[in-house]
Each structure stands twice: as structure tokens, then as C-alpha cells.
């Protein structure tokens, strides 16, 4: 039977001092061994330098290696770094205050193998956990989301209590769907969610490091749902850490839908939405070289209605508004294939 293929991780770290040792570690407890990762420290003021030397010399891994940047080239500049010292056919790219569980590789590889079709991207669900690991919320809430008048919740989703230690388990659901289309209402989870093909990010991360400071999760996503589709891991295997300090993320979980940031998100995603149509333009050749004129044609439609939808007067006052629902995650969102709307294949695995 054929191996599975090598994995290159980033970790691109500004600030995480208190954080970015458990980001690596939660690395190091992978299933999947055959990877190799790559520390960047952009150039922070904090203590992150000393927290990552100290953290990679106690682990004594050789699949590791650090890069600290001089000057702060922001998020994009960052992963761009630490991906031109990578060259496997896999990448993903993980938060510096988040953290994996142990099978979040293994699951993805999984995931990105299925013998139904391949995709760019495959991204998971989510737990949501304050800056000492305690639980907030066992999901990100617009992962996958539909709204229905009433729901019976899935005994399989609620967690068990351990008494003895006070730790909360879910149990494995195993389900994944595939997602074939874009739309403006579309939703994937953060960047510690997803793992790409790495031709795919080649072909579409070309940007300048200043055009894009943050959020490249909404970018690639974006792409990958214009392009290829993608297919959402329904277990949160991650852990999403709100700690007071994000970048983005500065809110509180209410419950319900709650909004994640308090940033006007409608100028964040139509500035992305703007670069994801200039991509097109100025790549046009490898992207239809890759995808073919139709694909290619057809993303340009799709992103030009999505910010036609946005301009005052326009007919898209319907989708604005529930445009404006999907948004609430603010930075959490990522413009993905895990659409709301339009037909869904879903199979147990």
C-alpha cells in the first residue's frame, strides 16, 4: 500500500509569548510523524523569542527549525517565509496561541485522500477555550451551520465529565462533507483549522507581504472554494484560543451567534474579496492552466456578485443581510466551501 505523503507545518508567531510553547508542543504529540516545521518569530517586542528558543531546545526535535524576522512583516509575510523552507506536498499552518490535538494531521491527510475527490482544502470544527484551557464552547458555532425553528442535539455532541480530573471528552463523529461551490455566504473556521495542498497555495499566495497583514485564512479559503471546493471535518480537532489579546478575536462568547470581534468585518472582507479579483486577473494564465477557462470565468462572476450584493442600491439587499449573519464571525470566518445554502454531499466515514 502507498505511504502517506510528508507534511510541512508553519507557525507564525507576533506577541504569543504566554502561548506559542503550547502551539509547538501540541506539534510534537502528532500521530502523524513525518513532518517538518517551521518556527517564525515576526519580529515580536514581547518574551516569544526566549519562550520558543527555550521550548525547541527542550524538545530536541530535528523536524523543527526556527526563523526569528528582524522587522514585522505581518501574518502573510510570515508563513510566506516559513513555506520557502518547506517543500512538502502538504502544508498547514498553525496560530501561535492555538493549539492541535493529536490527531489533527492524520485526520486532514485523511480527509484530503478520499477516494471521492480531491480538494485544496480540508478544514475542521473547532473548541473554543479561554487562555488556561478551559472550555468556552464546544463548537465554533458557524461551522456548517443551518438555522431551524427547533433542534434535537445529537447525544453524541454533548461531552462526557470526568469527575476525577474535571476534563471534558467528546466522543468521535467521524463525519466529513464535501463542499463543490463558493458562495458569498460561505464559512470555514480559522487558520489552525485547515491544512492545503501545497501547489494550490503556490499558485495563489503571490500577493505582497503589506497587501495582506492578516487574515489569509479568509484569502486561501476563498480560493480554495472558488477553484476546487473543499471538505469540512466535522470533529473539532483544535483547540481556538480566545484569551484577551487576539489580533481579531477580542470579544466575549455570549452564546447563540455571537460575534467574535468587535471590528466592522464588511470592509475587512471586501478588501480580501477586492484581492481575490485582482489574483484572478494578473494570474490568469496559471489559474486556467490549472482549472480551466470556465472555473476560472466563474470565480470572477461569483466574487464581482458578492461585492456587487454590498453596494448601497444594489439587488442584493437579501444577501446582505445574511451576508451580515454569516459575519458575526468575524475574523473566525474564512471564506470557504462550507456554504449555508446549496446542495451538500454528507457521508459517515
Known sequence: MPSAPPVGVVIANYNNGAFVGRAIESVTRQSCRNLRTIVVDDASTDNSDEEIRTCLSRLNDSRFSYIRLDTNVG????????????????????????????????????????????????YCDSHIVDGNDRLLAGTAWWFDHRESSSKAFDPALVPQF?????????????????????????ATNSMASMMFRRSFVDLVLVLPDSDLRL???????????????????????????????????????????????????????????????RILDEEAASIRGAFGEWRHRNSKTLVRRALDAQSPGSKGALIRFLDT?????????GTGPSGWVGRQWRRER
Open 75 to 122: 501574518q502573510t509575510g510570515a508563513i510566506k517565509r516559513g513555506l520557502a523552507e518547506l517543500d512538502t506536498p502538504f502544508v498547514a499552518f498553525l496560530d501561535s496561541d492555538d493549539e492541535w490535538y493529536g490527531n489533527f494531521i492524520e485526520r486532514h491527510l485523511c480527509a484530503h485522500m478520499n477516494a471521492d475527490f480531491p480538494v485544496a482544502l480540508t
Open 162 to 186: 470526568d469527575a476525577t480530573n474535571g476534563e471534558l471528552s467528546f466522543p468521535r463523529n467521524g463525519r466529513l462533507t464535501f463542499h463543490p461551490h463558493w458562495s458569498a455566504l460561505s
Open 215 to 277: 487574515y489569509l485564512d479568509y484569502y486561501l479559503s476563498t480560493f480554495a472554494g472558488l477553484l476546487t471546493g473543499s471538505v469540512a471535518i466535522h470533529d473539532a480537532l483544535y483547540a481556538y484560543r480566545m484569551h484577551g489579546s487576539n489580533k481579531h478575536s477580542n470579544a466575549t462568547v455570549m452564546g447563540g451567534t455571537y460575534n467574535s470581534s468587535t471590528k466592522d468585518w464588511a470592509p475587512i472582507r471586501d478588501h480580501i474579496l477586492r484581492l481575490v479579483l
Open 325 to 333: 449573519v454569516s459575519s458575526k464571525t468575524s475574523g473566525l470566518l
